[in-house]
Structures are given as C-alpha cells and as structure tokens.
C-alpha cells in the first residue's frame, strides 16, 4: 500500500490498485452526494499511447473515475459491505465538454439516484476547475 494516508484509505474501500485507482481522496459522503478528487499524473499508464504527441485522458477513464469516487463514497458510508464487489452494468447520458490532460486535478460530484442491495445508479459530474469536463449516469450491480 501507499505510504499517503488518503490512498490507504481509499485502498480499503475499493477493490481497484494502481494503475487503475482514479480515487485520491474523498472530500464528502453523505446519503444524497459524494465528492471525491484525483489528479492525473503524466505517468499515467495510458499516455503512452494515447496520442502520445498530446497526451489527453481518455473518456472512458473519465466515467471510470467518476464510478470509482461513487462506490468509494458508498463504501465510506457503510452502504455496500466490505466484502461486495460492484460492476458498471449501463452507462447513459455521456458527455465531454472538456479535455483532461497529465497534471489536472479533478473533482467529482456525484449524485445517489438509487442504492439496493443489488443495484447502485448515480449521476455525476467531473471537473477541472471550475469547468465540467464530463458527465455521466450509471448503474453498477452489486455482487458478492
């Protein structure tokens, strides 16, 4: 594990390790929203090879983070037990409105549409700044 605090933690609520952890810290969890930040490094895993000339995050990391933040956040909670594993199961209403690149620090809103023992759905919004740069909703399921 990582000697910073905040990846200990996040390392205890999320089943993903490096390189595919896109959660440092989560900055609030309540029933209706969850807040969490990463920052995209220019180690970053897929910079290598995608367009490696102008290196740029690529969307579906985008949503993979948000879901990240959303499930660490219940899993902060106490909503999904320790031992479940959670899937994206749909992806709708995706959007980018903004390049993410090596170096942003961004931070993601989501919001707790419906939480079951089986399914989770959120929406969420991720940031750079004060810009969106993307926007998704998703259902997970849940599963031993």
């Not at 209706?32 to 740029?56: D, L």
Request: a negative charge.
């Amino acid at each position: 594990m990582s000697e910073n605090p905040d990846r200990t933690e996040i390392e205890k609520l999320l089943p993903h390790r490096s390189p595919f952890l896109f959660v440092d810290e989560i900055i609030e969890a309540t029933d209706k929203r969850i807040v969490a930040r990463h920052t995209f490094t220019e180690n970053e895993f897929f910079f290598a090879g995608h367009f490696p000339q102008y290196p740029v995050v690529p969307g579906v990391i985008l949503v993979e983070t948000m879901a990240q933040s959303g499930g660490a956040g219940l899993r902060k909670l106490g909503v999904i037990g320790d031992g479940a594993l959670f899937f994206l199961g749909t992806v709708d209403k995706v959007k980018f409105r903004r390049q993410v690149r090596p170096g942003d620090d961004t931070r993601s809103e989501i919001e707790n549409l419906r939480i079951s023992a089986k399914m989770i759905r959120q929406a969420g919004k991720l940031y750079v700044g004060g810009d969106v740069a993307a926007e998704a909703e998703w259902m997970c399921l849940v599963g031993a």
